[in-house]
């Protein structure tokens, strides 16, 4: 995960494994409570060691553990980037063939173009199933900050 590789860039080499180790805890958990609670300990534990690893945390966490309010069945589809950084490699995939656009134009309505064919693509698949999101109740965007 991009969250978890920024916070340990902020860590010290011969740390980073016990580091990371204790961070994949925060994120393995399926309930919001006792992910808050993880991270909560683990900036107690490192904030004196990592300051700057913990500003990262504690920045962030309100953001990366949003994906807990949703059911369980969907947490691994939303939870990471994968679906986007699969199409912006498309993009550059299919850009490196062309080589040099003869304008700004062009480019873009490439672009376009291959974004709205991977859309017309996952239109017909079943990402995620609507019925387990409709019974969720909807999350209060003014209670995320803590």
Known sequence: ?????????????????????????????????????????????????????????????????????????HYARIRTTNMLERLFEEVKRRTRVVGVFPNEVSAATLATDIALRSSEQWALKRYLTMGALEAVEKPNPQLWRH
């Open 1 to 73: 995960m991009n969250f978890e590789r920024n916070v340990l860039s902020r860590v010290l080499a011969f740390s980073t494994a016990e580091v990371a180790q204790d961070l994949e805890a925060v994120f393995k958990v399926r309930r919001e409570k006792t992910a808050r609670a993880l991270a909560k300990e683990f900036v107690e534990l490192y904030e004196k060691c990592f300051p700057k690893a913990v500003a990262v945390i504690e920045a962030g966490i309100d953001d990366v553990l949003r994906y807990l309010c949703y059911p369980g069945s």
